[in-house]
């Protein structure tokens, strides 16, 4: 499965496209300030949850990040008492103006309140949010990623996937198991799945399985000495919709050089 995501990245190095920038700019250095024993304040937590939770089921490159300075005005710069004391349909209305509302925003926007509340919590208890997630990293990220959308610590609108966007955006390194990775993983035989079909590989995979990617791509990220993020990045623009989409819901699978793919076509 190795050579597998090395011809991937032969692939992507073949298109000419400047396909790590936005890591470079946006994710590597958080990762670099967590690495330095850098701490996030409070506020760069609740944009780092905001950012990741607004990204379900809305296309990225092309709606959330050419809106991000709106996203910021919108969300007060993400001071806490702010948010808790404006009500979730001022969110919701305000997003839809400028197009960057989906299908789940209403649900986001009524569980932002005790989101907050709940970054709180965890700082009252332990100092701060990082101390917290420290005593998870770096060796158990699942379990961190776990603790955030199904255990104690459960956050609104937050899934495996979800959990991982969020704790990349404050410099944990993971690789996030949505729809894209774990189909693209499946196509490779790099994870089993249960029964398949076409709803399950259009974003059905339940938390086990992608706890099982999370795993399975950190070690692929060791074995190719590159961070768990960037190969997050790697992958997800080889399949998301963008300049690439190689292997997205309609694989092109004759632009792609992996040529042992158990899935070609």
Same mark, same amino acid.
């Given at each position: 499965?190795?050579? @597998? *995501? @090395?011809?991937? /990245?032969?692939?992507?190095?073949?298109?000419?496209? +400047?396909?790590?920038? #936005?890591?470079?700019?946006?994710?590597?250095?958080?990762?670099?300030?967590?690495? &330095?024993?850098?701490? !996030?304040?409070?506020?760069?937590?609740?944009?780092?949850?905001?950012? =990741?939770?607004?990204? =379900?089921?809305?296309?990225?490159?092309?709606?959330?990040?050419?809106?991000?300075?709106?996203?910021?005005?919108? !969300?007060?710069?993400?001071?806490?008492?702010? /948010?808790?004391?404006?009500? %979730?349909?001022?969110?919701?209305? @305000?997003?839809?103006? *400028?197009?960057?509302?989906?299908?789940?925003?209403?649900? @986001?926007?009524?569980?932002? =309140?005790?989101?907050?509340?709940?970054?709180?919590?965890?700082?009252? $208890?332990?100092?701060? *949010?990082?101390?917290?997630?420290?005593?998870?990293?770096?060796?158990?990220?699942?379990?961190?990623?776990?603790?955030?959308?199904?255990?104690?610590?459960?956050?609104?609108?937050?899934?495996? %996937? /979800?959990?991982?966007?969020?704790?990349?955006?404050? &410099?944990?390194?993971?690789?996030?198991? #949505?729809?894209?990775?774990?189909?693209?993983?499946?196509?490779?035989?790099?994870?089993?799945?249960?029964?398949?079909?076409?709803?399950?590989?259009?974003?059905?995979?339940?938390?086990?399985?992608?706890? #099982?990617?999370?795993?399975?791509?950190?070690?692929?990220?060791?074995?190719?000495? *590159?961070?768990?993020?960037?190969? #997050?990045? /790697?992958?997800?623009? !080889?399949?998301? $919709?963008?300049?690439?989409?190689?292997?997205?819901? +309609?694989?092109?699978?004759?632009?792609?050089?992996?040529?042992?793919?158990?899935?070609?076509?």
């Amino acid at each position: 499965m190795y050579q @597998q *995501i @090395q011809n991937i /990245i032969t692939t992507m190095n073949a298109t000419g496209v +400047n396909y790590l920038d #936005d890591y470079r700019r946006n994710v590597e250095p958080n990762i670099l300030k967590r690495v &330095g024993g850098g701490k !996030f304040s409070l506020q760069e937590h609740i944009r780092a949850l905001v950012y =990741a939770i607004i990204s =379900a089921r809305v296309a990225w490159n092309t709606k959330i990040a050419p809106a991000l300075p709106q996203i910021d005005e919108i !969300f007060f710069h993400y001071d806490p008492q702010k /948010i808790k004391n404006t009500s %979730a349909q001022y969110f919701v209305d @305000q997003m839809k103006k *400028i197009k960057c509302a989906g299908q789940s925003t209403n649900a @986001q926007m009524n569980g932002l =309140a005790a989101n907050v509340e709940t970054l709180e919590q965890i700082e009252k $208890e332990h100092g701060s *949010i990082d101390d917290y997630y420290n005593q998870f990293l770096p060796n158990n990220v699942e379990g961190l990623v776990k603790e955030l959308a199904i255990g104690g610590h459960k956050l609104n609108s937050v899934g495996i %996937a /979800i959990a991982c966007e969020y704790l990349k955006n404050v &410099g944990v390194n993971v690789v996030k198991p #949505d729809v894209h990775i774990c189909r693209l993983f499946y196509r490779l035989g790099i994870v089993k799945l249960g029964k398949v079909t076409a709803t399950k590989l259009n974003g059905g995979f339940n938390d086990a399985e992608k706890v #099982d990617v999370i795993r399975i791509a950190h070690q692929i990220a060791v074995t190719l000495n *590159i961070g768990d993020a960037e190969l #997050d990045a /790697i992958l997800w623009n !080889f399949c998301a $919709e963008g300049p690439i989409n190689i292997c997205g819901a +309609n694989a092109k699978c004759g632009q792609c050089l992996v040529n042992n793919c158990p899935s070609r076509i």
